[in-house]
């Protein structure tokens, strides 16, 4: 079986979306959803599977099976599920329960004994796949599919599938909202939306109307249902191109409008015509073909683009300039600002509840660096018209920093409204890009909140920004809300930020060291410099509790060269009771801003030049981990080679659990690997972490690469590492960081 074509599997995703935003309810949603992807994939059977505990108002057991496929005994299967499930025995979706993780198995005659496939071999199944819906607090259930044929992994599809079971959750916690009395049903989310939603079938005839239809065309929803479209809100002179267009498709499967926006004019009651943006979309269910659209009134929009253009003037280009980004042409932040606490200021005046939405695409700056700047302007460019016709007339969409974009939303009657231009966001951004000859895919993370009495301007997007991280961990491509729970963590951020401003001015940072130590014989070979925070109030915080917070605000900058002048300080003191031997190595981690600030050589040589260490042998080992390289890896290797002429060597932290890829060992000046400390951790009990130390250690060895391995607690650890030839031991074994005083007063000193 062939895999999936990546444009096939992109349609997937998009008729998913439709199915979730256009069904009427749970059972619907799931039994649509299955059908499209038998269909699209190639499954002979679906079945979905719910949490009766975490979601006991969804439908327990669905299922799905293809008309085409061979004869499947799904009564045999059932009972088989059902008998396992009464002896506690598990199956492939309590496989997927219980550790979270997809599961693709190719051939069950090849299956591994322990995978719980018992069930579908008396189907005659022979391969299947199982998916998590989840929520981003848990797992309510799972979509399993299968074949009568061995099915390879497919990579594309895995994405796609995954992406879908995430997107059904994210829909089914607002059901479980709803069926608890905070959220109505999805059908009660489209009635009750800003703008005018139209269902259509294959004959013209309208079969879906909301409330913002009837307000906007004049028409009740009773009295247009059954009624052509064309005869109720099409201008005479434009219905005989939409009879045939509707024809072109239905004939050809071709259509040059669908899923793009469209300013067109409508006709309402009255007769008069005024200017609309509809979206179309199609939909095949029970083999017949409906046509949705979502329409808003652009008059106001219309009419204040002609008086912008009536009254351009050097004055207003200036002041645009001013005003405007010139990459996007959209509002820039100081006009975003402006107009943001413009609308706070009138929040008393009933004006409705007022929403920030942050959208940041997703590995932005991976795609910057693949395909180059130029092409990285174009997609930001692209994206900004997106933006521009996926929100309300009202709304304003700014570009606020580097991939970020932010939309202010006045008068905003619920979250389901808001939710309602997210998803119209997502679904916009995830269409391919063409750009010189690239097929560029894309996906957007999305952080939404609300003002409330006291919320400020900076407060708010800092909210909104806060929630988009929030999306982004939680594998990007979707949206979240501000909560209590994030307001709490952005009031302590908020807080650390602000005292850590003082924190440099009133000495309270402070640097600890840890030794590092030959695997041989366990002489002292160099120190890492671990920063500390001496807080007033909360005593002494580790760098997890700050530097977060350090480098979202860019006070990283001023503490790193805190960090590199204080250990040049203090080297002068521990190399002078160090053995002259071998220079003592003194390690400082970067961060990701560090590097892409542009004085950071200039820095560490004003401070090496002006160190006075009368002769003593020191070396600065410079440790960034693969994410903080990968964050923007042409700009990392030009700046770790400058470091290097420096006299500086290059250790690649954390080795094993980011990209770890052999590009980067070459691409990189390089001199040591760091091995995770999981890998340390495990490798006296788990045969494979051992033989991963094993060859990392071969691969680094082979490269001229020395091996450090941190995490090094007992002495069963520091044999095993030495049994794979491991260079340098670091960890708890030979002594916690400790002050330098405390430092020097270590066996290796005395």
């Given at each position: ?9 992109l349609?997937?995703l ?26 699209t ?5 679906g079945?979905?599977?719910m ?14 099976v ?5 004869s ?15 002896n ?26 322990h ?5 579908a ?12 819906i ?15 044929q061995?099915?390879?992994?497919d990579a ?63 028409w009740?929803r009773?009295?247009v ?42 006709l ?75 609308l706070?200021a ?51 969409v ?44 894309l ?9 409330d ?7 708010l ?9 929030r999306a ?12 209590e ?23 309270q940072?402070?640097?600890?060291y840890?030794?590092?130590?030959s ?24 760098p ?12 990283i ?53 002006a ?18 390289a ?24 954390d080795f ?37 130390v ?8 082979a ?6 391995a ?12 030495r ?28």
């Amino acid at each position: 079986m062939t895999p999936t074509r990546q444009d096939d599997c992109l349609d997937l995703l998009d008729q998913v979306m439709r199915i979730i935003s256009t069904a009427d309810a749970p059972q619907t949603i799931l039994q649509q959803t299955l059908r499209c992807v038998c269909r699209t994939a190639d499954w002979a059977l679906g079945h979905a599977a719910m949490d009766v505990h975490t979601a006991p108002h969804l439908p327990a057991d669905v299922w799905h099976v293809a008309p085409d496929s061979p004869s499947t005994n799904v009564n045999a299967f059932r009972q088989a599920l059902k008998a396992q499930r009464h002896n506690q025995q598990s199956n492939l979706a309590e496989h997927v329960f219980d550790n979270g993780q997809l599961q693709w198995i190719d051939d069950f005659d090849c299956a591994d004994p322990h995978t719980p496939v018992a069930a579908a071999c008396i189907a005659g199944l022979a391969a299947g796949c199982a998916v998590p819906i989840s929520t981003p607090q848990q797992i309510i259930g799972v979509l399993e599919f299968y074949t009568h044929q061995p099915r390879p992994r497919d990579a594309a599809l895995i994405e796609v599938m995954t992406q879908i079971g995430t997107n059904l959750g994210n829909a089914f916690e607002r059901h479980l909202q709803d069926a608890s009395g905070s959220g109505p049903p999805s059908w009660r989310i489209i009635d009750n939306a800003g703008e005018a939603f139209v269902g259509m079938d294959a004959s013209g005839c309208i079969t879906q109307w909301n409330r913002a239809a009837a307000a906007m065309f004049g028409w009740s929803r009773s009295e247009v249902l059954g009624q052509r479209v064309a005869d109720m809100i099409i201008p005479p002179r434009y219905r005989e191109a939409h009879t045939d267009g509707i024809h072109r498709y239905l004939t050809t499967g071709t259509s040059r409008v669908l899923g793009k926006p469209r300013k067109v004019h409508g006709l309402n009651r009255q007769g008069r015509e005024f200017p609309i943006e509809i979206t179309r979309w199609h939909l095949q269910h029970d083999n017949d073909n409906l046509f949705y659209a979502f329409i808003r009134d652009i008059t106001e929009r219309e009419q204040y683009e002609a008086q912008l253009v009536q009254h351009a003037s050097r004055e207003f280009e200036l002041q645009q300039q001013a005003l405007h980004d010139k990459l996007t042409e959209l509002p820039n932040r100081r006009l975003l600002m402006e107009r943001l606490e413009q609308l706070l200021a009138r929040r008393d005046e009933h004006l409705g509840r007022l929403a920030v939405l942050c959208v940041d695409l997703d590995n932005f700056k991976r795609n910057n660096a693949y395909f180059g700047h130029a092409v990285g302007n174009q997609i930001l460019a692209a994206v900004a018209e997106k933006l521009r016709f996926a929100v309300r007339p009202a709304d304003l969409v700014a570009h606020d920093n580097g991939d970020e974009f932010v939309i202010v939303c006045p008068n905003i009657p619920s979250y389901r409204d808001a939710a309602s231009i997210a998803i119209r966001i997502l679904v916009s951004i995830k269409q391919r890009l063409h750009i010189q000859n690239y097929n560029i895919p894309l996906s957007a993370s999305i952080g939404i909140a609300f003002a409330d009495a006291n919320s400020s301007g900076q407060y708010l997007l800092n909210a909104a920004d806060t929630a988009m991280y929030r999306a982004k961990s939680a594998g990007g491509g979707q949206f979240a809300f501000f909560d209590e729970q994030m307001r709490l963590v952005a009031d302590s951020r908020m807080r650390i930020e602000s005292d850590l401003h003082d924190a440099l001015a009133r000495d309270q940072l402070r640097l600890y060291y840890q030794p590092i130590v030959s695997a041989v014989d366990e002489t002292l070979t160099g120190v890492e410099a671990l920063i500390r925070w001496q807080h007033p109030e909360y005593g002494l915080l580790t760098p997890d509790e700050f530097i977060p917070v350090a480098e979202d605000s860019k006070l990283i900058v001023p503490i790193g060269t805190w960090v590199f002048e204080q250990a040049y300080r203090d080297a002068r003191e521990l190399a002078a009771k160090h053995s002259r031997q071998h220079p003592l190595q003194i390690s400082i981690n970067l961060s990701a801003v560090q590097l892409e600030h542009a004085d950071l050589v200039n820095t560490v040589r004003r401070i090496q030049q002006a160190a006075v260490l009368d002769s003593i042998p020191v070396v600065l080992r410079l440790e960034v981990t693969e994410t903080v390289a990968m964050h923007d890896p042409n700009t990392s290797a030009a700046i770790l080679w400058q470091l290097r002429k420096l006299g500086a060597t290059i250790a690649l932290d954390d080795f094993g659990i980011g990209y770890s890829s052999l590009t980067y060992l070459r691409r990189f000046p390089v001199d040591y690997i760091k091995l995770d400390k999981s890998f340390v951790k495990d490798m006296t009990t788990d045969p494979v972490a051992h033989a991963i130390v094993r060859c990392i250690t071969d691969l680094a060895h082979a490269l001229q690469l020395k091996v450090v391995a941190e995490g090094v607690e007992t002495r069963e650890q520091v044999q095993a590492l030495r049994q794979t030839e491991v260079d340098l031991l670091q960890g708890f074994l030979y002594a916690k960081p400790a002050p330098l005083a405390e430092f020097l007063r270590m066996a290796w000193f005395t």
